[in-house]
């Protein structure tokens, strides 16, 4: 194994980890190809000492494109809900940290071209993410807080293309069942050392229940140039604007049987419950190898304007205005120590968010009295500081230590119900240590010990059953530690694989008390997770690969002082067990043909355990054919959503105040695409 610099694009430290190729990369490839390649630094992928996958272009850019969960069902130790809910947004949890989000995502970090969509006071959306932009999409599993600060589920990188050496221009549509239409536009190209991509992507989908519409646009420029020293220099600019996201609601189990799988809830109906968001994202970076030393630096501007209806009068209006900016920078230096390979990496980095948050009564989706009125500021420090070392060639150990400081302030401009302002402060050490043995190229294991902290949200500060008061409750940071240990490796050329074990205990845990009228309400809890994952990838035969994923898991609560009776019990909203299978077929013709299976066992939808949500198979299928002519390629599919037609929920509303637990997934439904893209020479 080495450990050495080269001048590819890269991120920080952190997503090193999370740019292995393992689980993705060609099974046919030699074991010498097998290297971290897409961060800055290089690294044989076999002695990480963590749990990392990767997904490909092809795997997210060949289906109906609707949510990542489409393509991330690969990955063991994920668990989606919400994908046809565009106001709740995709409910994405790793090792059941995030499955508590009401809305948007939680206790997960999120990079897209190693600039935070994760905002200070730890919440993600991704409104302005075009899936058909992705090139490759990185996840690493598990506590990372010792490399990312507050991220106890771990990490999602995300990277979008960049311009091609040969220009070119793509556009294609998407159209379906329920009112789905998608259209896009990209190209880009290179002129001597500046590279641009640009590309545009608007969809209108009806939504398969009432009251479910969507219509968003997403706008995207990226573009780089290389500087006569060497030196690589990069500007983003995003756009999104998503005028309409309708809420159909939770059914309780008896509208479902009386009403249809296609309702929609009235009280959703009669408040007008649905979002309206714009955004929009500035983004710079700059990064220099010069031997045995890398630098970089970052910087970045976010706006982000919401406003949204819940189901409820009083409060039920909500505004905010968002300015989320920051910055950081990182040195790392791979000089061998004592004649072994090693490297050191530290870094720093800063964010800052301001809210403008109004509340007003909700008068059947017209705003009325102004109920609430508050600045909502959080600000972040950390520094960072990795070591790298071969103790020999078959044995590598890695350790991190980070240091966070992160301060929330609340400046409440209404006053009718007494001053809330207020502020509150965090301090937190997290180190990580992991190691890794080589036995063989087919058996490498692995083991580490990290821990991880997670501060609430801003609303999750809020108090119970009280929507018109600001402030902080008493809801304390969670914070985890744990180990973790494993295999993974290459088998005769042909296949890799992972196996990991994990166990975890959670102080603190952020988690769901209340969900009423669209609004969550959380307490304090501490819980114990562990679970088992395993993933392959096979070649079978010729363009024929096979991928599995498998992931058992046994989480629950250990202590809740304020609700002594549900301790024992599952954590509601994950399966024990999920399981994931996919073929995928690749003719030299261009034929090429994916068939995927996932199966998810039994879940609860609350605290209780005493509502029990059935297991479900979902199967899908997609079958196209790239045609080309001269420098142009042509590519129609047609695909297959629930292909054997389950009964099923999308998502589950954990611990919903009247039992509206369920919102039902699309029956068997069908899409058609068409992609042309054009090629000037090469």
Do not use: C
């Amino acid at each position: 194994m080495s450990i050495g610099v080269v001048p590819a694009a890269g991120r920080r430290v952190g997503v090193v980890l999370a740019g292995v190729t393992l689980l993705t990369s060609g099974a046919a490839q030699a074991l010498e190809e097998l290297t971290v390649s897409a961060t800055r630094v290089e690294r044989n992928l076999l002695s990480l000492p963590v749990s990392v996958s990767t997904v490909e272009a092809d795997d997210i850019q060949r289906r109906a494109m609707l949510g990542l969960d489409e393509s991330l069902l690969r990955v063991p130790g994920m668990f989606f809900q919400g994908r046809y809910n565009s106001s709740q947004d995709l409910r994405i949890s790793i090792r059941g940290f995030g499955a508590r989000a009401n809305f948007g995502i939680r206790g997960i970090k999120v990079y897209v071209d190693g600039l935070p969509s994760t905002v200070a006071d730890g919440q993600t959306s991704l409104d302005d993410l075009d899936l058909s932009n992705i090139a490759r999409i990185e996840v690493l599993r598990g506590p990372a807080a010792a490399l990312y600060g507050a991220s106890a589920g771990g990490v999602i990188n995300i990277q979008t293309q960049s311009g091609p050496d040969v220009p070119f221009v793509e556009a294609g549509t998407i159209f379906g069942q329920y009112g789905l239409d998608r259209y896009l536009v990209k190209g880009g190209g290179r002129v001597g050392a500046f590279n641009y991509y640009l590309n545009g992507n608007y969809l209108d989908y009806d939504g398969y229940r009432d009251n479910a519409k969507t219509r968003q646009g997403i706008v995207n420029g990226k573009f780089g140039y290389t500087f006569a020293d060497g030196s690589q220099g990069q500007l983003i600019l995003r756009g999104a604007n998503a005028p309409t996201a309708q809420d159909p609601g939770g059914l309780a189990a008896a509208d479902v049987r009386d009403l249809g799988r296609r309702a929609s809830r009235q009280r959703n109906i009669d408040f007008h419950a649905g979002e309206d968001v714009q955004e929009q994202k500035v983004g710079l970076s700059w990064r220099k190898t010069m031997g045995v030393h890398s630098l970089e630096f970052r910087n970045y501007y976010n706006w982000r304007d919401f406003d949204g209806f819940l189901p409820a009068d009083v409060g039920g209006a909500v505004t905010f205005r968002r300015f989320f900016y920051g910055g950081g920078g990182q040195y790392s230096n791979s000089t061998a120590l004592f004649g072994h390979a090693n490297r050191v990496t530290i870094g720093f980095e800063a964010d800052t968010m301001t809210d403008d948050r109004k509340r007003y009564t909700n008068l059947g989706g017209v705003r009325g009295a102004l109920g609430f009125d508050q600045d909502e500021n959080a600000d972040t420090v950390g520094v960072y500081l990795q070591e790298e070392f071969n103790v020999t060639e078959k044995l590598a150990v890695q350790a991190g230590l980070r240091y966070d400081h992160i301060r929330f302030s609340v400046d409440d401009r209404f006053l009718g119900n007494g001053n809330q302002s207020s502020s509150l402060g965090f301090d937190e050490v997290n180190p990580m240590l992991g190691a890794s043995y080589s036995f063989t190229p087919a058996v490498n294991f692995y083991v580490n010990y990290a821990t991880a902290f997670e501060t609430p949200t801003f609303t999750e500060f809020a108090r119970q059953a009280d929507l018109q008061t600001g402030g902080f409750a008493n809801v304390a940071p969670q914070r985890t530690r744990g180990y973790e240990l494993g295999f993974k490796g290459l088998v005769m050329n042909r296949f890799t694989y992972q196996l990991a074990f994990f166990d975890m205990d959670i102080e603190d845990e952020v988690t769901t008390v209340e969900n009423k009228n669209g609004r969550a309400f959380f307490n304090n809890a501490d819980t114990e997770r562990r679970g088992l994952e395993a993933s392959i990838t096979a070649d079978l035969y010729a363009g024929l690969r096979f991928t599995g994923a498998y992931t058992f898991s046994d989480f629950s609560f250990d202590r809740f002082a304020k609700f002594p009776n549900i301790e024992g019990n599952t954590l509601p909203g994950l399966p024990s067990q999920n399981f994931y299978m996919e073929l995928a077929y690749q003719h030299d013709a261009g034929w090429f043909a994916k068939f995927d299976l996932n199966h998810v066992s039994s879940l609860y939808a609350d605290n209780a355990n005493s509502v029990k949500v059935p297991d479900y198979n979902v199967a899908n299928l997609v079958i196209g054919r790239d045609v080309r002519v001269g420098t142009t390629m042509v590519t129609p599919s047609f695909g297959v959503n629930n292909l054997f037609d389950a009964d099923y929920n999308q998502n589950i509303r954990i611990q919903e105040a009247n039992q509206r637990y369920f919102e039902p997934a699309p029956d068997l439904n069908v899409f058609g695409a068409v992609r042309i893209r054009h090629d000037f020479g090469g």
